[in-house]
């Protein structure tokens, strides 16, 4: 049974306590210590800045050619701090609850309960950065609510807080790659990690713009590269989001924890064609003021503002009435899915469900809407040539977020010492489903409160080290398995693109282990992933040869998803139960909800890689819930 080394002590001093006994390391003997950390969104920008500021010396990779291109900067609505400015009855514990409840009763209490503790003290960091939080008249930071809570817990920055905050990350890493105490990689991709002794000691790293394989060492290794979510193909992710670093460190000892538990999210725009290659996220903060609905006629043709109101099947306040279209991500993308299936669907494709904003307007003025969503409505109009304020969005479920990832214990810590995952490179904070505006959340908390005090306590055994020599035979070992991967890239010489393997793993993916999950489905999903990777190294083709090389990078990100796909599909078949994301349609209540089985599989999934001819081996973590009581998860 793996172990979290959750500190003892009543859960709201728990995190308390470990800051009080955690191991310190010197000021002078800072200097001595190098760390390494792959990834410069939120949690990567936020840990690099935090640890050189306390004088350690940090390696930073990115695959963007700036860290300000990282996925964070794509996160619209807002960020969670349970600071009840509104003096609607939030809390720690009312946050903390939300939050467990939000995941189904399957994320540990002591991490979550740490999530919503440092919530408060970000706001005040990214007040001090200078992010430009939304304000009311008199100067007060102004608030609303995502899906899944009752109260105004999220701030915001309009429609930009990912942004705004990962500016504010930004100019603090910059600073300290000014003052020398940061080595910033830019186009440099992870290839793979590297070990001695069992001890995760540094990484190969591919250079994007000359082809040539790179060796650092470190004391320690952070892996803050986001989740695998564009394994779908079409989500809401940029074109370059992958899970290669992680899924690498599985390859090398890792745990993969619950990977099948992804967040398709339900306001985005619908897929117009074939040709797509990605979709657009419409953040979750238009459903504080706009209404979803469909018509009641199944394929009904007329313009929806032909269609009077009592027509018009508003579904989410009609199943849901204690939070409407409030619902959370998992609820309400189903609905919309079931809404879609049935034949109620709008579009030129039947594909989208009604996000209709006209009462608001009514109440409140189009230049109250325009103030807090006017920056999403531009973006709508430039892509679909609609304007909002006249006409409703259409809105489909997109696939969004990875709940699943590394496993890794209460100080972030993966199962392999000295390789950490911050962000949402693990799995820790959000269960079977994330609430909305908890992302960005993590992702600074990890990065600002949270590593920087487990990495030190975990480097105060680490000062007699000394440096890591990346002549090491690990390291050359460990380069010449990278040469050999691309190389056999390469090599296959067949008529098919990266991208074509990609379109059709997302579309059995989205099919199979989307939001309606099966017996049958997924089993029939394992038996087409297995054929499809086997022509995939047979009839791929790579343009092009090992330098600049942008065809060969995608190839070793999809051969990457290929096998995730499996174990993903593999995870979910053994999961016999319905919670949060993971919709087993066998296991569902006479109403159609979810159907939890806490009697058998309150525990969290960790899959440890046991070779390439060998199926995963499965590792539970039971969780306790010593707080709260696991109850049936009604939003009606």
Same mark, same amino acid.
């Given at each position: ?24 390391? +010197?000021?002078? %003997? ?12 939120? =949690? ?17 990779? *990115? ?6 291109? =990282? ?10 701090? *349970?600071?009840?400015?509104? +003096? ?24 979550? $309960? ?22 009311? $008249?008199?100067?007060?930071? +102004? ?63 591919? #250079? ?29 992710? =940029?074109?370059?989001? %992958? ?5 690498? =460190? ?17 306001? *985005? ?5 074939? $040709? ?53 991500? !998992? ?29 608001? &307007? ?12 006017? #920056? ?6 430039? &892509? ?59 992702? *600074?908390? !990890? ?9 030190? +306590? $975990? ?153 390439? !001819? ?23």
């Amino acid at each position: 049974m793996l172990d979290a080394r959750i500190p003892d002590g009543p859960l709201a001093e728990k995190w308390s306590n470990f800051k009080s006994h955690a191991r310190l390391v +010197n000021p002078a %003997n800072r200097k001595k210590l190098t760390v390494i950390v792959v990834g410069t969104g939120l =949690a990567g920008s936020a840990l690099a800045a935090s640890m050189a500021e306390m004088g350690y010396h940090v390696k930073c990779f *990115c695959f963007q050619d700036t860290p300000r291109r =990282a996925h964070s900067v794509a996160a619209q609505g807002g960020v969670n701090a *349970c600071k009840n400015y509104k +003096n609607d009855g939030d809390s720690v514990y009312r946050m903390f609850y939300d939050t467990i409840k939000g995941g189904d009763f399957r994320s540990r209490e002591a991490n979550v $309960y740490r999530l919503a503790e440092c919530s408060a003290s970000l706001i005040d960091q990214a007040v001090a950065q200078g992010v430009p939080f939304a304000r009311e $008249y008199g100067g007060y930071l +102004n608030n609303r609510s995502f899906g899944g809570v009752q109260v105004s817990r999220t701030f915001y920055a309009r429609g930009q807080t990912g942004q705004q905050l990962l500016l504010g990350a930004y100019q603090a890493l910059m600073r300290q790659v000014g003052l020398g105490n940061v080595e910033l990689h830019a186009r440099h991709e992870m290839m793979d990690l590297v070990l001695t002794d069992g001890v995760a000691r540094g990484i190969i790293v591919r #250079n994007m713009d000359t082809g040539k394989l790179e060796r650092y060492g470190g004391h320690a290794v952070v892996l803050a590269t986001g989740g695998f979510g564009k394994i779908y193909f079409l989500s809401t992710l =940029a074109m370059g989001a %992958n899970g290669s670093a992680i899924w690498r =460190a599985y390859k090398r000892g890792a745990y993969m924890a619950n990977p099948s538990w992804t967040q398709i999210h339900p306001t *985005c725009l619908p897929q117009s064609g074939e $040709y797509q290659s990605k979709l657009t996220l419409m953040s979750e903060s238009l459903r504080n003021d706009g209404r979803i609905w469909v018509p009641k006629k199944q394929d009904d043709q007329r313009s929806p503002n032909n269609i009077p109101e009592e027509e018009r099947d508003y579904y989410l306040e009609r199943k849901y009435p204690a939070f409407g279209n409030l619902s959370p991500r !998992d609820i309400a993308s189903r609905a919309a899915k079931e809404r879609i299936d049935e034949g109620y669907g709008v579009g030129p494709l039947r594909n989208a469900v009604y996000l209709d904003f006209t009462r608001a &307007i009514q109440n409140q003025g189009e230049a109250a809407i325009r103030k807090k969503y006017g #920056n999403l409505f531009t973006m709508y109009q430039k &892509i679909t040539n609609v304007n909002a304020y006249k006409e409703p969005m259409k809105i489909s479920p997109a696939a969004h977020f990875s709940m699943g990832g590394l496993w890794v214990d209460y100080e972030l810590m993966t199962t392999i010492p000295g390789l950490f995952a911050i962000g949402e490179a693990n799995f820790a904070d959000h269960g079977a489903n994330r609430l909305g505006a908890n992302s960005l959340l993590q992702a *600074c908390v !990890d990065g600002y409160f949270i590593a920087p005090y487990t990495l030190a +306590n $975990y480097l105060a055994a680490d000062i007699k080290t000394g440096p890591i020599d990346t002549e090491d035979v690990a390291f050359a070992k460990a380069q010449v398995g990278v040469e050999e991967f691309m190389s056999k890239l390469l090599a296959i010489k067949g008529n098919q693109s990266a991208d074509q393997f990609h379109r059709l793993l997302g579309k059995i993916l989205y099919d199979k282990c989307g939001l309606l999950r099966s017996k049958e489905g997924l089993m029939a999903a394992i038996t087409e992933i297995r054929q499809l990777k086997a022509e995939f190294w047979k009839n791929l083709h790579v343009p092009g040869g090992e330098a600049m090389n942008s065809e060969l990078e995608k190839a070793g990100r999809v051969a990457d998803f290929l096998e995730l796909a499996e174990l993903m599909c593999n995870d979910a078949l053994y999961r016999n139960e319905s919670c949060g994301a993971h919709f087993r349609v066998e296991y569902q209540t006479p109403d159609g909800e979810a159907l939890r089985n806490d009697k058998d599989f309150a525990f969290v999934s960790a899959w440890e890689y046991k070779g390439e !001819d060998n199926g995963p081996e499965l590792h539970k973590e039971e969780l306790n819930f010593d707080v709260v009581t696991p109850t049936v998860r009604s939003y009606k």
